[in-house]
T-cell receptor, first 110, second 114 residues
């Protein structure tokens, strides 16, 4: 079975500051991991994914995430936050089905 | 491709009425997922299909909920009878056969049961 835990339902950063959104997973098989972003009144959009190979994966809008098997983590980072990054972010793990974490709402202060 | 298409985008219905939500997945995709999103419970997986066959419906909350996929290009989620606590945004998503691929989401159907 797969599950995901996102630490922090709300994260607030200043514009230009580092963004760090935390995700820990549980999986009985090698995990396929994803980060999605959801803007208000929209569906979910893929930011990035880890399947195999390089553990540091880069996505859209300057985001990246690092897969750490020893820590069962897949944290999402961005060096410098922009106002347009304000949204809800979801970490997900896939076996057959795709299971999402509870989400983290990112607020960016000017 | 136009992406995953859901209809209607908004639905307001009275308690006790039947509601049918529709989804057209991306052509060529083998997996189809139905999710429900609420403030209290987040994004819940209700059911998913592989090659039109339901694989896991353990997330379907009650017998009032049913889902079908009669062919590769169409799926429905039906609630009968509907209740106010069913009010939520329902998302459909589809993906290719391989489980290392991402799912593509529709814009969702916002259901309000009054």
């Amino acid at each position: 079975a797969q599950s995901v835990t996102q630490l922090g339902s709300h994260v607030s950063v200043s514009e230009g500051a580092l963004v760090l959104l935390r995700c820990n997973y549980s999986s009985s098989v090698p995990p396929y991991l994803f980060w999605y972003v959801q803007y208000p009144n929209q569906g979910l959009q893929l930011l990035l994914k880890y399947t195999t190979g390089a553990t540091l994966v880069k996505g859209i809008n300057g985001f990246e995430a690092e897969f750490k098997k020893s820590e069962t983590s897949f944290h999402l980072t961005k060096p410098s936050a922009h106002m347009s990054d304000a949204a809800e972010y979801f970490c997900a793990v896939r076996g057959g089905k795709l299971v999402f974490g509870a989400g983290t709402i990112l607020r960016v202060k000017s | 491709d136009a992406g995953v298409i859901q209809s209607p985008r908004h639905e307001v219905t009275e308690m006790g009425q039947e509601v049918t939500l529709r989804c057209k997945p991306i052509s060529g995709h083998d997996y189809l997922f139905w999710y429900r999103q609420t403030m209290m419970r987040g994004l819940e997986l209700l059911i998913y299909f592989n090659n039109n066959v339901p694989i896991d419906d353990s997330g379907m909350p009650e017998d009032r909920f049913s889902a079908k996929m009669p062919n590769a290009s169409f799926s429905t989620l039906k609630i009968q009878p509907s209740e106010p606590r069913d009010s939520a945004v329902y998302f459909c998503a589809s993906s290719l056969r391989r489980t290392d691929t991402e799912a593509f989401f529709g814009q969702g159907t916002r259901l309000t049961v009054v």
